[in-house]
């Protein structure tokens, strides 16, 4: 299928998000590097949404955009951090869904329920779970478990968009989860 004024309606909540998009006032609240407490980091990301064909499964038909992610900490120019994957959309079922793989050996399919012309909603994925889970390479889910993993994401009159999620992970020999938080507000560039 190729992507046309008339069809783009079937990624519903989606269809705000294709094209490029900016931020520069992102905030990282993550591990420090001896895992005692917690550092902020300032960062700028630039995030590309592009529609594709997504194949069906069956009687299920998903719409999708594909997108890859990199954030720079302010004033630095090696990234440090990068991500790729799907958003999908299955107006059927209302369900929204965000696959994507980060290079340090993580997998995430987050999902939840959207309506076609939601301006906001919420992503979902947790450890163990056989449908919206957590995938993680043996030394990160030994030292750097992620249990739960939230997104929401907000449109806004302004034509930016802007999200909040939230990593939670269990840190050996630290009774609380510690909440690795990322949020940025993007300008379609």
Known sequence: MTFTASNIPLLGPLTRMIGTWEGDKGLDIALDDDRSGSENNLFRERISFVPFDAPSNHEQYLAGLRYNMIAW?????????EEYGYWLWDAADKQIMRAFVIPRGISILAGGTAENDANEFDLVATHGSTTYGVCANPFLDREFKIVRFSMKVKFHADQTFSYDQDT???????????HHRDRNTLKRI
């Open 73 to 81: 900490r302010i004033d630095e120019k090696k990234p440090f951090h």
């Open 168 to 178: 939670q992970i269990q840190v050996p020999g630290k009774p609380e989860i510690f």
